[in-house]
């Protein structure tokens, strides 16, 4: 018998399983997820939300941005750990 988790999965953890396991990023797409980053705009945003959320706490549409952008992170880093591993699968 299997437990039942009781934490819901993260959109990161539902967007893993969602891509076939056994069909390869091609080359030239993960080496463009790779490159990609977050400019320095959204970067400083983050860090006033957190420091805001620490110190004062956020309004509800504040939290929801915040939320959006780690998740965004979060699916931002799955993609780039996919990357790397069918780019490294590739050269072996």
């Known amino acids: 018998m299997v437990a039942e988790k009781t934490v819901?999965?993260?959109m990161a953890e539902i967007l893993s399983r969602a891509f076939d396991s056994s069909?390869?990023?091609p080359a030239a797409a993960a080496e463009l997820v790779l490159k990609a980053r977050f400019p320095e705009m959204d970067?400083?945003?983050v860090?006033?939300?957190l420091e805001?959320?620490?110190d004062s706490g956020l309004s509800?549409?504040?939290e929801?941005?915040?939320r959006d952008y780690l998740n965004a992170d979060s699916v931002l880093t799955v993609l780039k750990s996919r990357a790397r591993r069918d780019l490294q699968n590739a050269k072996a």
């Open 43 to 45: 970067l400083k945003r």
């Open 23 to 25: 069909a390869a990023m």
């Open 8 to 10: 819901p999965d993260s």
């Open 60 to 62: 509800s549409d504040e």
């Open 52 to 54: 805001k959320k620490r």
């Open 64 to 66: 929801e941005l915040l």
């Open 47 to 49: 860090d006033a939300l």
